[in-house]
């Protein structure tokens, strides 16, 4: 079963640069043909009691994904961690070492995928060649088209699974770009299985 997720936003609760409702994520998500979102915002996950609580209040359709990992901003690059409790997205301050970060998140049971690792702005540096990343994303609102094009490489020549994610600020944004996932996904311990199994690859993009 492929599931269409995007897998990278933020919502203006908890990330202070979005404008991004909350309560628009399932309408928007179903609107652009996704089977759920996993929401990352910077340096906070949702606790499960606010992401079960949001579920009810959105009433998602049966089989709906909404979960959430979280983004952590290290000195060279964005990193996406997925499979960790709410505690660990602040443990450690913005702005360690990339691959210091990598090592503990994924000595703590996480997947990471690296954000919009070309992004002119806040790119990874050569390190990124030897980090062991899960996948790379290489399609986003915030990747120029030649800043995905180079990404794209940079996964070919690693060998490693490419996701496409919006990385939505505002809600117009969310599921611009997805990824298929071989299911069946329901929980973030199914999802983080999926990962490791690389069974995932950017969605096309021929929706409305
Ligand atoms: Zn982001």
């Not at 088209?145 to 490693?160: I, M, P, S």
């Not at 699974?161 to 770009?177: K, N, V």
């Not at 990824?179 to 969605?203: K, N, S």
Request: hydrophobic share 40%; with cysteine.
């Amino acid at each position: 079963m492929q599931l269409r997720l995007d897998t990278h936003m933020h919502t203006r609760r908890h990330s202070p640069d979005s404008d991004l409702d909350e309560r628009q994520l399932v309408t928007q998500a179903l609107r652009r043909g996704l089977n759920g979102v996993v929401i990352t915002e910077h340096h906070f996950q949702w606790p499960e009691e606010e992401l079960a609580e949001l579920r009810r209040e959105l009433v998602a359709p049966p089989g709906f994904v909404l979960l959430s990992g979280f983004e952590y901003s290290s000195r060279k690059g964005d990193i996406l961690v997925y499979g960790l409790s709410h505690e660990w997205a602040q443990k450690y301050p913005p702005a360690r070492e990339p691959e210091e970060m990598l090592r503990i998140y994924q000595e703590a049971g996480a997947v990471c995928i690296a954000a919009h690792p070309t992004r002119e702005r806040i790119p990874f540096d050569d390190r990124i060649l030897d980090m062991p990343f899960e996948g790379i994303e290489v399609e986003s609102c915030n990747m120029a088209a030649h800043e995905q094009r180079l990404a794209r490489k940079l996964a070919q020549g690693l060998q490693l699974p490419m996701t496409g994610s919006s990385d939505a600020h505002r809600i117009e944004d969310l599921g611009a770009y997805a990824t298929a996932f071989e299911g069946p996904i329901e929980t973030m311990a199914d999802f983080v299985d999926c990962v490791r199994r690389g069974a995932f690859a950017p969605a096309d993009r021929n929706l409305s």
